[in-house]
C-alpha cells in the first residue's frame, strides 16, 4: 500500500470553500477528488460501486488499526471531489464514531443541493448511507 495522504479536514475545506463562489466551488471540489488516494481498478467491481449515482462511484473501506481509511474513485470530476467531501468527514476516525456520525449534518454548510444539480447530488444519500454501513459492520466486529 502506498503512504496515507490524508484528505483535508472538512472545516478546513469549509474555511476555504465559503470564500469561494460559483465555477470556484468546482474547482474546489475537482482538486478534492485528485487529492483522493489512487484506487485500484481491482477494487471497482458492482460490489463497490455505490447505487443512484449519475456517474459511476466507488467506495472501498480499509481498516487499520480499529480506523477505517476509504478508497473512492469517480469516472466524473466533480463527482469524485463531492465523493471525496463526503469521504473527509469520516477519513481515519474509528469505525465506531463513523457509524453514530451525521454525516448529512457535517456536509449541510457546503448547501450541495443548491450549489449542484439534482443528478449530481442524488446519489450523496447513497454515499454516505454506504460509507455508514461499512463503519457499522466493521464496529460490530
Request: aromatic content about 4%.
Amino acid at each position: 500500500m502506498t503512504s496515507i495522504e490524508h484528505l483535508r479536514s472538512l472545516s478546513d475545506i469549509l474555511e476555504e470553500y465559503e470564500f469561494l463562489e460559483g465555477d470556484e466551488r468546482y474547482r474546489l471540489l475537482i482538486e478534492l477528488g485528485r487529492e483522493l488516494d489512487e484506487m485500484p481498478n481491482a477494487l471497482k467491481t458492482d460490489a463497490t460501486l455505490v447505487r443512484g449515482c449519475s456517474a459511476s462511484v466507488w467506495v472501498y473501506p480499509t481498516e487499520q488499526n480499529g480506523k477505517l481509511h476509504f478508497l473512492a474513485d469517480s469516472n466524473a470530476a466533480i463527482t469524485k471531489g463531492i465523493v471525496a467531501l463526503v469521504i473527509s468527514a469520516v477519513q481515519d476516525k474509528p469505525a465506531s464514531e463513523i457509524a453514530r456520525l451525521d454525516v448529512t449534518a457535517a456536509l449541510e454548510p457546503f448547501d450541495l443541493r443548491n450549489q449542484l444539480s439534482s443528478n449530481r447530488t442524488q446519489g450523496v444519500p447513497n454515499m454516505i448511507a454506504l460509507v455508514r454501513e461499512h463503519a457499522a459492520r466493521i464496529a460490530a466486529g
